[in-house]
């Protein structure tokens, strides 16, 4: 209950640059699961898509000198109802645009319902599902990070090079499990890998023994955990450990973070995974933007939403207005070539520049490049345990 209602109110973020009553304060939305199974990702989220939204409004550039006022909503990541009347709130209290959703059920659920029959520009930085590469969007959805359709090929592909010969296969049963599941299965058989089982599980349950069961009877070198960290993924881990059916886990993107290595540390040492990144110079510039704004950004899908704002302010500089119809007409030509190409902490420059009637080529922390459907190509990071903390092995 505590967790429904906090995804029924908006809240409202402490941080605008200039008081709000002064007339020129743009009001945008960051929707993310500030409650539920990635709850312990989001704050890094969201703090980074604000950190974005503040570097445009203190550069003093953005539409001859306005700011940015935040409002945050709770999109839970698994209850579309909740998630689409917290994404009403935003759009009633006249979100210009909306940095979000998270997880890919909630995304489509708010884009079609709520986003997309207002006009209201979407642009996620974590929902992945191959589902919403279709999505009827007349132009308004847009996403940072790249489709599972690639994810899952690039997870299958690190399975294969660590050797795997056999392997279990659990995800979370909804449209991002089981677009992801799909892919990664398919990927490794094609690889010779031998899939012993593909289960679905719910998430919010209070025990995941008989999901257990049912895994550690089809067995295999490893277990591949395709869902959230902090609730039936992390579950469903724990039970494996403890009846020592499994000691390898092949991790999704929605279960790398530093909750799970806090909860198991050394145990988890055999297990790896893949999540959107990169080790480009845009990632370098944005680690350095970051921790100067007090935050870690090696957090999963923190570089993501920072790009996600940027393109927001970007896009309503380059058509000259702040109105929702100048963000989506705009957000395709900030985003790729032609144009000086931007990077984390140049905000100020590319203002200036639009301003001036040229063109921006927006980098960014993720080398952002959008296809003709407005979602990143993206690439990949490798991660692996190691004494009990994620490492970084390489780009993919």
Do not use: W
Request: contains cysteine.
């Amino acid at each position: 209950m505590k967790k429904l209602i906090s995804a029924m109110f908006i809240l409202v973020s402490c941080f605008t640059t200039k008081a709000f009553s002064d007339g020129h304060a743009i009001k945008m939305g960051i929707i993310l699961g500030f409650t539920g199974p990635i709850e312990s990702l989001t704050p890094a989220m969201a703090a980074s898509a604000e950190l974005a939204f503040k570097e445009a409004s203190d550069s003093g550039k953005l539409l001859g000198g306005k700011s940015i006022m935040i409002e945050r909503a709770d999109s839970t990541c698994v209850d579309s109802a909740a998630a689409t009347t917290a994404a009403e709130g935003l759009v009633s209290n006249g979100v210009l645009a909306i940095m979000g959703a998270d997880c890919s059920g909630v995304t489509g659920a708010i884009a079609t319902n709520v986003a997309v029959p207002n006009g209201v520009v979407m642009i996620s930085p974590s929902a992945t599902s191959p589902g919403l590469t279709d999505l009827k969007d007349k132009g308004y959805f847009f996403r940072t990070a790249p489709s599972d359709a690639r994810g899952g090929q690039v997870l299958a592909d690190i399975t294969k090079d660590r050797k795997v010969k056999s392997i279990a296969v659990t995800h979370t049963n909804n449209d991002y499990g089981k677009g992801l599941a799909d892919v990664y299965v398919a990927a490794v058989k094609a690889h010779g890998i031998k899939v012993t089982t593909v289960t679905a599980h719910e998430e919010g349950k209070g025990d995941y023994g008989a999901e257990v069961a049912t895994l550690a009877s089809a067995g295999g070198d490893a277990l591949a955990v395709l869902g959230y960290l902090d609730q039936a993924g992390g579950s469903i881990i724990e039970g494996s450990l403890d009846s020592g059916s499994f000691d390898t886990f092949v991790l999704s993107d929605g279960m790398i973070g530093d909750s799970l290595t806090d909860r198991f540390g050394k145990n988890l040492n055999k297990s790896f995974g893949s999540l959107p990144g990169s080790t480009g110079k845009g990632a370098g510039k944005f680690a350095e933007v970051a921790k100067a704004g007090g935050i870690d950004s090696s957090g999963p899908y923190t570089g993501e939403s920072y790009d996600a704002a940027a393109l927001i302010t970007l896009a309503m500089q380059a058509g000259g207005k702040g109105d929702r119809a100048t963000i989506q007409a705009n957000v395709m030509d900030v985003a790729n070539a032609p144009g000086k190409k931007i990077y984390p902490g140049e905000l100020a420059k590319a203002l200036d520049l639009l301003s001036k009637g040229k063109d921006v080529n927006y980098e960014g922390a993720t080398g952002v490049e959008f296809t003709e459907v407005g979602e990143a190509f993206g690439s990949f990071l490798e991660k692996e345990i190691k004494g009990g903390k994620f490492k970084t092995k390489k780009q993919r």
